[in-house]
């Protein structure tokens, strides 16, 4: 009873939507990803399903209700089966329900990865623990590595992007200084992997590159770079 309690005061701080959504060919699964959204889909191509409670559709709300379901998930499918897309994209790879999900429809799934994952409170932590194999039709992700650790739990057509963000920028545009610095980040593949084999964050992993960027900054700021 506490528990049904606490989800209906959560849904009470959601914007309700009292209109259904509209009928697209691409679905974007979080709203966290339409800043790229925007820049990649034509403006009418695609419905946004809202997944952190900031908007609520009621119409959709209800048709879960009727329906003797009350889950997140329920929601989610009953929300693609009513946009009916061809494509369910998320830039959110991060997140599991997105990878439930699947399980309940037959559209075409695509996850985008937008940062870097770790088996630490990360989504390959949750692939490990929950000990299955999911499917997605297609993962766009950073570099080979992460795809040797992804399909051990993800079965998918793999793509190397890189960071779909950084993609947008032209190193041809960067206007060249007569005084500048170049930092270049010591993240790499033997970096991951040795971050793997620690309990540590990530935030605790890179605190000497954090504590040499802010020192970096520091010295830019005084001398004019």
Not at 20 to 31: E, G, Q, V
Not at 93 to 117: A, P, T, W
Not at 174 to 184: H, P, Q
Request: with cysteine.
């Amino acid at each position: 009873m506490l528990r049904i309690l606490k989800k209906f005061a959560s849904l009470l701080r959601s914007r309700i939507i009292f209109l259904p959504p509209k009928k697209r060919p691409i679905l974007l699964y979080d709203s966290h990803g339409n800043s790229l959204a925007k820049k990649i889909f034509k403006p009418g191509m695609y419905e946004i399903l809202h997944t952190r409670k900031e908007t609520l559709n009621l119409p959709i709300l209800l048709t879960t209700l009727l329906k003797g379901k009350f889950s997140a998930l329920e929601y989610f499918k009953n929300y693609v089966n009513f946009v009916s897309p061809e494509i369910v994209i998320t830039f959110n790879d991060n997140s599991f329900n997105f990878y439930e999900l699947k399980k309940k429809c037959k559209e075409h799934f695509i996850s985008v990865q937008r940062g870097y994952r770790t088996y630490h409170n990360d989504i390959l932590e949750y692939f490990k623990n929950k000990n299955e194999t999911f499917h997605i039709d297609h993962y766009f992700v950073f570099n080979k590595s992460i795809i040797n650790h992804l399909k051990k739990y993800v079965i998918s057509n793999y793509t190397l992007l890189g960071s779909a963000e950084n993609n947008f920028y032209s190193i041809n545009n960067l206007t060249k200084k007569k005084r500048e610095i170049v930092y270049i980040s010591s993240h790499s593949i033997a970096g991951f992997e040795k971050l793997n084999e620690t309990d540590q964050m990530i935030s605790e992993f890179y605190q000497i590159e954090i504590k040499v960027l802010n020192s970096l900054i520091d010295f830019c700021e005084k001398n004019n770079y």
